[in-house]
Structures are given as structure tokens and as C-alpha cells.
């Protein structure tokens, strides 16, 4: 038997600890792998002061963007703040109500990976001769020009996964792996909701995605909202 | 069919299959958001082209029937996709390990300027309200084997996006290798904008009026 | 129908274009994912002066240690030179007979994966203040020491898979895995034997550990040979 | 049963079991080869740890019955274990993430020399005619959270292991918290070697005629 347990019972229990001035890693590129019912839990819980790390902003006012919407944000790193029904962070941005910190796509899955695994910086040619590489450190490397970037790391990160383990292994659905596998390394308490829970053994070792030891906690949400279907629908949270 | 109203140069839907054309069997391809999108409809015949979508999938296939459509299978312009038969799934470290490390063949790029040394602006203004949105088109540009651009020749103001010099920020430094509009093929070389290939009924002098920068014929 | 098909006949069609001086990384811990078949194909191809980037150098008098053993191989880039049962690196390398660059497993491991995410050098906090630190170039970032390492590229990667599909994509048989993944990222040309070729549909998309864009060749080698039986057995190849 | 023949102190067995006591309920741990691997014989009743190899698994379990190894299937020294409920198989980049990472919460190591500012040597004695060898030791000691070593007091020759300061090539700068050895176990603090606890009948004296560094009592 077994005496790890990593499943907590519900998404505010998930939450209840995020402190005011955290960094968030949320997972998601557009609504696949948003964790929706988490970011509600972290809306409901009132932390505020958050950075939050995310590839997008969200849409509509459900999730991320009504994370945004209730001002909880003071920072966001992001590549892409703009989608198709997205106008709460462009309202806020434009008010100066919430900084924003523009990373290349490629250059922030990096950035996070290195995070989770204690790469504090690394070298890449995306950027280079942009406005983005402004201020950055830039070396010639075997005759190209590359630029520094330096490793990002959270309190907190909330995953969304298709199904995981008590010890915390994870396997996700199809695109909406994105980020979840690279935040869960490199936040101090990742946080996985999961539309199911199993025992372990339950996963077969081989096809896990992220192994337990980057998890923290996971929680069961059966049937999980998708964010296009909620702004379809007119939805506002809370 | 096409809603094109131009008077002459070819349809988008023509550009892209011209596009198509070019691109060799069993390539990597990733394509961009927009009139990139439409080059996967014109695969020719006995080719087989792997598409990346830079959200962690190779072996993207075409938009799913309506009722099959599952909210986490996207492409990288948020549509929903299908995957084929060899597909794959793969968080955006790897995804960006396959652009940054060279192993997509070619990326198939929208631009606001293509610049005669390669030079692509494609992601902002620079307008001081604007919201910037970068995505992953810096790291495709700085990391893919081949750069091609497919674009109108003209902005709607009529004014040139084939430049001398960008004027709106840079996407990344010389890296377009060949350029698509409704006019022309023209390829980018140490010497500048060449010609490659004029759509039908269009002359060399026209494109040439309507181009920023010097254009050698072949 | 597809037109991509990857599959070659044999070991020795696979490695038929390896040239003299080329740098070729083989995949394996101890045993576990050697390409034994491979490597023998080599043996009989016969390229000269080869760099080779693993993480041993074999045991007995087959495989790995086999083409040390046929002095094919001028330089080893590696982390653990010796292992039980290994008499032929040793022998080679106190005779002066063979380069050693000594690379810990974790900076191999990076520098590996760096190649093929193209990423030229990174910063890691292994080997500080230690001997394999000399001649490093060391930066203190965030009030801590790191070594500049750079990354490693080869010419063509030999790989053991359990089982492969026709477009490239591989799974792997449990502590088999290995260095194969980052390997096959990081070679011009990837070169995978499996115990089965399958066609594409035959490996589930969301389990694929190697996905076919990092793989040039597959061949199937349905009942591989294992490293330990065979020195066992006191079989010498060729 | 051990085959151990010193007169005074702990067994090897012993040493294993007292590391193992100090080792919290979940940890994520990583044993070196040799004494480090006796570890894992004895967690504590009612505890978890979960095993790291760094060759790819997390959730190692104990040798298999010997018809059913898999040659594939084995850990950092090369011998065959199993994998328990709840494991997971990763490749070199992902394993060294864990432990550079800071994810490891221990790594339990043997060694040659241990100096009382931490610094560990356990990987080559130096001498010219040596094969060097590393593995992964310098990187478990920069990113593990904790490095606990498990060693006999003296080498054979009966000179001290816990030194003033390494003769032999480092592994890692001040990078060791505590010791195990048959005679007591002792932690690395800021002010040098400080007892933690004295096997039963052995003397502290005795334990400092054997260390070569000044050892505190608490």
C-alpha cells in the first residue's frame, strides 16, 4: 500500500494557498488546456498582485481573461494577448492597469523548461535584430548571433491533464498538452485537474507524459468546461 | 471558387497552389495564420506533406466535420484540425526544439514588408495603442530551413510590401527566402528581389511599379 | 495513401553512407537500448576515424566495444568509460590509441538535447569547482556559479526502438529510452532499429515519445541481440 | 546477516538502516551504486519513497525474481529492478532535469573524501593511469536538494575519509549535509563536522582519532 497521496478534493481546496504577489503558470494555448475550473477557484480564493505566465489571455469573461477582468493581474508574460473575443486584457493594457511582458512563443516554452530544469539561461536566435532582443545580452556563437534568455520559474502552476495518478503522473488530449508538461517542472506547487483520478498503476509507466515528481496536487473535474463554449453562451464569471 | 475581386494576378487560392507546387514530397511544414492556411488544400498529386502546427502536433490534417470537432484539437490560429494516420502529439518545448533546431523543412509565412535582404515584418505595427502579439512567428523565422512568404503585392493603400527596408518592426533579420503574391514569384538573393515567375497576363514593368525595391529579372 | 516511407531493408543499407571522420551518436545505457545490430552493420561497412558520443564504451568484445576494439573510432565523448566486463576502451585509451572527452551524464544529457532544440550553449551548475571545470568559461547568475556548455551535433544517431512506424515515430522499451530520444533530435541523419516497423496508425499520436521528424531511417530487427548474452555466451564480433 | 567483520560500529546494513530512518514519508530519492543501493532494503514501515534512477525511472522497485529480468529494464549500476505501481519512464534530458532541477529531494552517495566545508570527492582518485569516469555524480550533488553520504570512516589503510580539505578531484563544491559512516552520523554545518549521533559504544574520542578535521559535538 502506498502512502502517497496527491489528490485533493476540490479545485478551491486546490487553490487555497496562493499567496497575493504570486507568479501563476497557467497552461492552455487558447482554450485548449485551460484549466478553467482551477482559474474560477483562484478567482473565487482572491489572491491578488499575480503574474501569470500563460501563452494567451483568455476570451470572453470566463477564465483567464475574467482572472484579468477582476484585476487580480498585475503582470503577464505571455506571446499572444490578443484572440478572436478577446477584449478584456487590450481594455486593461490600454489603461495601464496591467504590465505586460512579450516573450516569442518559442523562446517562452524554453524559458519555462529551463525553469524546471535548472538551466538559468541559454542561448537562442529567436528575436535576434527585433525590437524584443532590445536590452538583451546577445553573443556570436560558431559565427551566428543568438540571444541570452533567462529561465522561468512559479509559485504556483495551474495544468489542466486527460487523467492522473494518485503520485501525481499525468497524461493530457491532444493539443491541449501545450504547456502543461514544461510549467508542471518548473513551478515550486504545480496543481493538476484532471478529468479523472486513478490509483497507481493506472497509467502505464510508458506512456506517462509528466512523471509525478513535478506534481503537487491533483484534483478530479470530471467534465470540464471549454471556454468557447462558455463565451458562446454568453457566460460571465463569477 | 474565390470571392477575389482583383482584375488580374492570381486568386489566393491560386497563390497557394503555387505555393503547393514548390514544396517537395515528404517536406515538414509548418504554416502560418491566414492565407497559409489555404496551401494544405493543394497538395499535388503523389506528395505527401507532414504539417507542424506549433501547439504540439505533426501530422495535422484538415478541419474535422462540424459534430467531430474536439475544442482540444486545434492548430496554431485556434481552428479545430484532425490528425492523420503517423501523427504525433508533443508539449511546446519540443514543438519549438523541432522549429529552433532546424527540422521543419518550411514555413509558410503572411508579411506586412519583406525587406530586399530578407528582412520580414509581420507581427506589428508598432502603433503606439496596439496590442503587440508576437506568437511564434520569431522563432519559426530564426529556426526553420525555409522561409516563404505569401502576401498580396500591395497593402490596401496600394502601397508596396516588397521594400527596400522594413519600416515596421522586424520579425527577424534576412530570413525570407521566397516570396508569393497575386503578381509573381520572386525570390530573395544576395543581390536583392529576383524574378522567379510572373502569373500569367502580368507584366515585368507592372510588378516592377508596384514593388519598393529593385526587382532582377532572370 | 502516404508516400513517405522511411523503412530500409536491413542494418547495413542503414549505415551504408557513414563516412570517415563522421561523428556518430549511439544510443544505450550499458546495454539497455545499445543498438547491437547497427553497430555490428558499421563494423562491416567499415568508416574509419569516427567520433562517437555515448554514454559507455561497451562491454566484451561486441557491439560498442566491438568497434572501439576494430580501432574505427579515434575520439569518445562520454560520462562513464567503464563498466563491468569493459577491457577494451581501457586498454585503447592507456595506449594512447583513442581521444576521451569526459562529459558529465546530466551535461552529456543537455548538451544533446541542446543540438537538436537548437540551442548553441547553456549554463549548468555541474562540474563547478571540480576538474572538469578547467578551460570552462563560468558566469555567476542570481548569486550562483554555472559553466558554459555547449551543445553537441552529430552526423548520423544509431538508435534502438521497440517499435517504429513507416513515417519515423518510435516507442521504447522501458529504461531502453534513454538517450535514444535526445539523440535522435540531434543527428543529420537518425538511424532507428526496432524489434517491429508498423504502418503509420499503428503507434497511438498521443504516445509517441520520438515523433518521425527527428527520424530518417528505420530498419526492423525483430529478435535484437542483448549485450550481456552475448558476452556471456564470449561471443566476439565480428 | 551481513558478512561484515570490524569490531566496533554499525554494520553496512545498520548504516542503510540509519540512513533510511532519516528519509521522510514521499520522497523522491536517488541511490548511488554500491552501499547507497543497501538503502532502499529498509524504509521505515508506513512510509513511501519513491526511487529515481537516473537512467529513466521514477518508481524503481526491488531485483526482479531472476526468469523475469528484463536487460532493459535496470538501474544506474547496471543491475535489473522493477518498476512499482504509480512509475514512469523518461528519457537522459528529463531525468537530468529532475535532479538539476532541484526535484530530487536526496541523493544518498558514496565517497573517497568528504572536507568538512562540504566538498565531496567520490569519482577519481587522480592518479595518471586511472580511466576516468564520472556519471552523473557532479550533477546529482549541483541540483538534489540534499546529499547525504553513506561511507565506511577510513579508508582501508585506515586513513580518514572526513578531511580538512580533498586531495582527490572534487565532484562538487559544498555540496554534502550529512555522513553516514559505522562509527556516527554527522552533518556539514557552517562551522565544520558536528555530531548528529554515536553508534552505540563508540566514544567520541575514538570518532575524532579517526576524522581528520575537527569534530563538534553538539
Redesign the interface.
Known amino acids: 500500500m502506498t502512502t502517497i497521496n496527491k489528490q485533493v478534493k476540490g479545485p478551491a481546496e486546490a487553490v487555497a494557498d496562493v499567496h497575493d504577489g504570486a507568479t501563476v503558470m497557467i497552461g492552455g494555448f487558447g482554450e485548449a488546456g485551460s484549466p478553467v475550473e482551477l482559474i474560477h477557484a483562484l478567482i473565487d480564493q482572491g489572491a491578488k498582485r499575480l503574474t501569470v505566465i500563460s501563452n494567451n489571455t483568455g476570451s470572453g469573461e470566463v477564465g483567464l481573461a475574467a482572472l484579468l477582468k477582476a484585476e487580480r493581474v498585475s503582470k503577464v508574460i505571455c506571446s499572444f494577448p490578443r484572440t478572436a473575443n478577446s477584449t478584456v486584457f487590450p481594455d486593461l493594457y490600454r489603461r495601464g492597469k496591467v504590465e505586460l511582458e512579450l516573450v516569442p512563443q518559442g523562446t517562452l516554452a524554453e524559458r519555462i523548461r529551463a525553469g524546471g530544469a535548472g538551466i538559468p539561461a541559454f542561448y537562442t536566435p529567436a528575436a535576434v535584430g527585433t525590437p524584443l532582443a532590445e536590452g538583451k545580452e546577445s553573443r556570436v556563437l560558431e559565427g551566428k548571433e543568438y540571444l541570452l534568455e533567462h529561465w522561468l520559474r512559479a509559485d504556483f502552476a495551474l495544468i489542466k491533464g486527460r487523467c492522473a495518478d494518485t503520485h501525481g503522473n499525468v497524461v493530457y488530449n491532444k493539443t491541449a498538452r501545450n504547456f502543461g508538461p514544461i510549467m508542471a517542472m518548473a513551478a515550486k506547487v504545480t496543481i493538476v485537474q484532471a478529468n479523472s483520478v486513478v490509483a497507481p498503476g493506472g497509467i502505464d509507466p510508458e506512456v506517462v507524459v509528466t512523471p509525478g515528481i513535478f506534481v503537487d496536487r491533483v484534483v478530479e473535474v470530471p467534465s470540464p468546461q471549454h471556454e468557447s463554449e462558455l463565451v458562446a453562451a454568453g457566460a460571465v464569471y463569477p | 471558387m474565390t470571392t477575389d475581386t482583383r482584375e488580374i494576378g492570381w486568386t489566393r487560392d491560386e497563390m497557394a497552389r503555387r505555393v503547393a507546387i514548390d514544396i517537395p ?2 517536406a ?1 511544414v509548418n504554416l502560418g495564420i491566414g492565407i497559409p492556411e489555404l496551401v494544405a488544400r493543394f497538395v499535388p498529386q ?3 506533406l ?1 504539417y ?8 495535422m490534417g484538415p478541419s474535422p466535420e462540424k459534430d467531430r470537432a ?5 492548430n496554431a490560429g ?1 481552428r479545430h484540425v484532425t ?22 523543412d518550411l514555413s509558410v509565412l503572411g508579411a506586412m514588408q519583406v525587406a530586399c535582404n530578407g ?1 520580414l515584418a509581420n507581427w ?1 505595427t ?1 502603433e503606439p ?1 496596439a ?9 519559426l523565422v ?2 526553420v530551413k525555409s522561409v516563404y512568404v505569401i502576401t498580396q503585392h500591395c497593402t490596401k493603400n496600394n502601397e508596396p510590401k516588397l521594400v527596400e527596408r522594413c519600416t515596421y ?5 534576412s530570413v525570407v527566402n521566397r516570396i508569393y503574391t497575386e503578381l509573381a514569384v520572386i525570390d530573395v538573393t544576395p543581390a536583392g528581389f529576383a524574378l522567379v515567375e510572373l502569373c500569367p497576363g502580368v507584366d515585368l514593368e507592372y510588378v516592377r511599379s508596384r514593388t519598393g525595391a529593385p526587382l532582377l529579372a532572370r
Do not use: C, Q, W
Request: glycine fraction near 20%.
Open positions: 514530397n515528404g515538414y503523389g506528395r505527401t507532414v507542424h502546427t506549433e501547439n504540439g502536433l505533426l501530422g474536439d475544442p482540444e484539437l486545434i485556434k490528425a492523420l494516420p503517423g501523427a504525433a502529439y508533443f508539449h511546446h518545448a519540443d514543438s519549438f526544439a523541432m522549429i529552433r533546431g532546424g527540422h521543419i528582412d506589428s508598432g495603442d496590442i503587440p502579439a508576437v506568437g511564434g512567428a520569431m522563432d530564426a529556426g518592426p522586424l520579425t527577424g533579420r
